[in-house]
DNA sequence: TAACATATCAAACACTTGTTTGAAAGTAAA
DNA sequence: TTTACTTTCAAACAAGTGTTTGATATGTTA
């Protein structure tokens, strides 16, 4: 059988069934905590399924892996017709809800905030192939909201305002659960957030032009 | 012999070369990954010791928390007679050298940082002695700044930006170390970075007095 | 010194983890 | 059907983990 068929015929069953579970439990717990035990009862597999078909809990990570919902997002807030300033409010509103929104089935991206902190063998992958592009993305539109002309390391430091502000809903989670108990984000809180993100960010950038 | 002089004579000896090799450890890897055999290594003790001494190594994770840098912290930025944005300014940079240097010997609220991510038993009591004050205290600092009223919902958010700001240099530092790979905080850097957030925030803050 | 509590240690224990194995079941072509 | 190959499975393996144990040292007190 060759690799081709492998990945189409209906014997990757299993196979696919795995990547989705691992995808779920991944999200959840992290690498370091999610066990090859907990994702095969999901899938529905034997414990051995995650070694025949990938070798390794390292390698199902890294196939579970899917950048698409990232790359979409980064198209879609490119359309020129629009101003910098509606396009970052675009941006930070799709991000937001990929981090925060359970029912988006966005756990592929999920998964992947939640090894950022914790070094996996994966992270050089995740950097080279989602972060790095995401932040020369982001800084492109912030150098273009910023009109006047600005060094390279302070664009950085924008950027990394910016992801600092939206991220920290995610990594700080635990964190807020337990200062109000009652948290649970439903669409409209998310958009809320990236609201006050967006105009936290834009307050910030336009009262740089003077100076 | 009694609580008391188990706390204060020599016999301790062993206990605080663990708790201070604790500090170290956790920091560096994180309650999960840090194994109590590394500590007692580092503490030049037996694997036994760890539980004898403390019972657990939740426990020892426990009592290995430290929060009086973080307390005097709030103190140092309270003094009256500086504006509230000076206190911030101070507040910020002080915030960053704990977080981000290595040579600060303040390993224990470093290895608080690395567990906001990552639930471990220990989070309520974090949350609960570290966090909640530090939040209530920096919302009081920032409703100072801004003048005009806000809902406390409003003002919960700009403590939140300001807090991801500065995480962010924490909790992302391995993908920053990847972006760029020549990477390592001095202080003047790390003084910078502080600088950064205390004009980015101030810019967003005072931008809001008009509306 | 003798008796006693405390502290240390090597070894083992109990458990979880990712992984491997070898047999059984399933599948498709000859 | 027979043959060859793929997939599944229960069981075991190997390594690492926090913890416990029982003996041995150490120090204190009578």
């Known amino acids: 059988m060759t690799e081709l068929q492998h990945a189409s015929t209906d014997c990757t069953q299993t196979r696919s069934r795995l990547l989705e579970a691992a995808r779920v ?20 597999a034997n414990v051995a399924a995650v070694n025949y078909h990938f070798g390794s809990k390292e390698e199902l990570f890294s196939q579970a892996l899917n950048f698409n919902r990232l790359k979409a997002l980064q198209a879609a807030s490119i359309d020129p017709d629009i101003n910098p300033e509606a396009r970052l409010r675009l941006f930070v509103r799709d991000f937001m809800l990929i981090l925060l929104d359970e029912q988006h089935a966005s756990s592929q991206c999920r998964m992947m905030a939640r090894e950022l902190a914790d070094p996996t063998p994966v992270l050089d992958k995740i950097v080279h192939e989602a972060i790095a592009p995401l932040h020369a993305f982001v800084g492109r539109l912030l150098g273009q909201i910023v009109i006047a002309p600005i060094e390279e390391a302070t664009l950085k430091r924008y950027v990394y305002s910016l992801f600092g502000q939206c991220l920290f809903y995610r990594n700080s989670h635990p964190v807020l659960q337990r200062l109000n108990p009652d948290l649970s984000y439903d669409i409209a809180q998310i958009e809320a957030i990236a609201q006050h993100i967006s105009d936290f960010t834009l307050a910030a950038l336009n009262a740089k032009i003077p100076d």
């Open 25 to 44: 439990v991944f999200s959840q717990h992290g690498f370091q905590r999610a066990t090859v035990r907990e994702i095969c009862a999901l899938a529905d």
